[in-house]
T-cell receptor
Framework: GQNIDQPTEMTATEGAIVQINCTYQ??????LFWYQQHAGEAPTFLSY????GLEEKGRFSSFLSRSKGYSYLLLKELQMKDSASYLC?????????FGQGTTLQVKP | DAGVIQSPRHEVTEMGQEVTLRCKPI?????LFWYRQTMMRGLELLIY????????DSGMPEDRFSAKMPNASFSTLKIQPSEPRDSAVYFC????????????FGSGTQLSVL
């Protein structure tokens, strides 16, 4: 079976740091993705982890621990435009399976 | 490149009617995915194609749903007959090498079945 868990909602303050966690249990694993989706728009790619460790890309970083079935997305220096849903997704046997997403609200 | 193009952007129909959603993937992409997004179930994979061939349709809800890819630049998702519970946003996405690299999503079709 496939199970991908993320918190439903999070709130953070502009300029702060926020960490969005994702745990997964899947029958196979080829990589973990994070996508951003603004309200009314399509998901857009943020990051990809296939090996354990931290991948940094500007204000965004993503971490993976395959043995723990765990990933997180770290957003630094939050801006109002970061208010969106963040989707964790696992690549498995040719398919990309998404979690329910975490809605992040950034407040002034 | 114009990206993945979906049409229509919005579709409102009555229960029992046939609905056809269209997608043009990014040129050169060999993989095409159809997803459905609802508040309750999130983003669900319905079916995906590789080189125009359906590879996995295990996510298609039932026989009312069908998808085709007659050539590398066009795919359709058809619902016949449509039901109110089919109301959702339907996304098409494409990629070069499948689910092991980033997918490029179209703008989606907002379907409302009354």
């Amino acid at each position: 079976g496939q199970n991908i868990d993320q918190p439903t909602e999070m709130t953070a303050t502009e300029g702060a740091i926020v960490q969005i966690n994702c745990t997964y249990q899947t029958s196979g694993f080829n990589g973990l993705f994070w996508y951003q989706q603004h309200a009314g728009e399509a998901p857009t790619f943020l990051s990809y982890n296939v090996l354990d460790g931290l991948e940094e890309k500007g204000r965004f970083s993503s971490f993976l621990s395959r043995s723990k079935g765990y990933s997180y997305l770290l957003l630094k220096e939050l801006q109002m435009k970061d208010s969106a849903s963040y989707l964790c997704a696992v690549s498995n046997t040719g398919k990309l399976i998404f979690g329910q997403g975490t809605t992040l609200q950034v407040k002034p | 490149d114009a990206g993945v193009i979906q049409s229509p952007r919005h579709e409102v129909t009555e229960m029992g009617q046939e609905v056809t959603l269209r997608c043009k993937p990014i040129s050169g992409h060999d993989y095409l995915f159809w997803y459905r997004q609802t508040m309750m179930r999130g983003l669900e994979l319905l079916i995906y194609f590789n080189n125009n061939v359906p590879i996995d349709d295990s996510g298609m809800p039932e026989d009312r749903f069908s998808a085709k890819m007659p050539n590398a630049s066009f795919s359709t998702l058809k619902i016949q007959p449509s039901e109110p519970r089919d109301s959702a946003v339907y996304f098409c996405a494409s990629s070069f090498v499948g689910a092991n690299e980033k997918l490029f999503f179209g703008s989606g079709t907002q379907l409302s079945v009354l």
